[in-house]
């Protein structure tokens, strides 16, 4: 099992242009999360998806669109990119849970994203 | 409004002695906290986690205490070793009631163990 997996790794976008980081995982989790991490700060959640189809935001969505058509899959789209999305971008995913059940949330490895 | 803080940024513990790492949490409807590890250049990775049914946690050297009245938990670790240098986050979910919900995350401490 690979995990959560997020391409790419590092980028740089100029002011204004747009792009999609990908997230994938290989567990069969129907919950996917997307969060960013501002230097000295916690993470904070942009989107989340409990399954294929169904998408909500979380606290900081404005300036981002997700869509989840396959449970592996769950991309995060930049339209026009601002220097206040400068940040790295973690993307998790976890199983349905339940009373007895876990509530673990497995990370990929992040991507660190300096919009200029 | 923060509704999952940690106070310290940082704590330094000389290797062998016990690590402490704090965290409150305001919003009463959390009912489930977790501890998560960051290494640089990595994702967060699960460490240990306790429900509100419980009061303390234990998964070899690290145990999770809940003080639900003072809306309090905190994390030892014992003893510590270079290895735990890290970030710690604390977070905080509803979902033992509302099922499967998003974790609210702490700020983070950074834990260094000092050889």
């Known amino acids: 099992n690979a995990g959560v997996t997020q391409t790419p790794k590092f980028r740089i976008l100029k002011i204004g242009q747009s792009m999609t980081l990908q997230c994938t995982q290989d567990m069969n989790h129907n919950y996917m999360y997307w969060y960013r991490q501002d230097p000295g700060m916690g993470l904070k959640l942009i989107y989340y998806s409990v399954g294929a189809g169904i998408t909500d935001k979380g606290e900081v969505p404005n300036g981002y669109n997700v869509s989840r058509s396959t449970t592996e899959d769950f991309p995060l789209r930049l339209e026009l990119a601002a220097p206040s999305q400068t940040s790295v971008y973690f993307c998790?995913?976890?199983?349905?849970?339940?009373?007895?059940?876990?509530?673990?949330?497995?990370f990929g490895p992040g991507t660190r994203l300096t919009v200029t | 409004d923060q509704q999952v803080k940690q106070n310290s940024p940082s704590l330094s513990v000389q290797e062998g002695r016990i690590s402490i790492l704090n965290c409150d949490y305001t919003n009463s409807m959390f009912d489930y906290f977790l501890w998560y590890k960051k290494y640089p250049a990595e994702g967060p990775t699960f460490l240990i986690s306790i429900s509100s049914i419980k009061d303390k946690n234990e998964d070899g050297r690290f145990t999770v205490f809940l003080n639900k009245s003072a809306k309090h938990l905190s994390l030892h670790i014992v003893p510590s070793q270079p290895g735990d240098s890290a970030v710690y986050f604390c977070a905080a979910s509803g979902g033992l009631i509302s099922g499967n919900t998003p974790l609210v995350f702490g700020k983070g401490t950074r834990l260094s163990v000092i050889a």
């Open positions: 998790a995913s976890s199983s349905s849970g339940g009373f007895r059940g876990s509530y673990e949330q497995y």
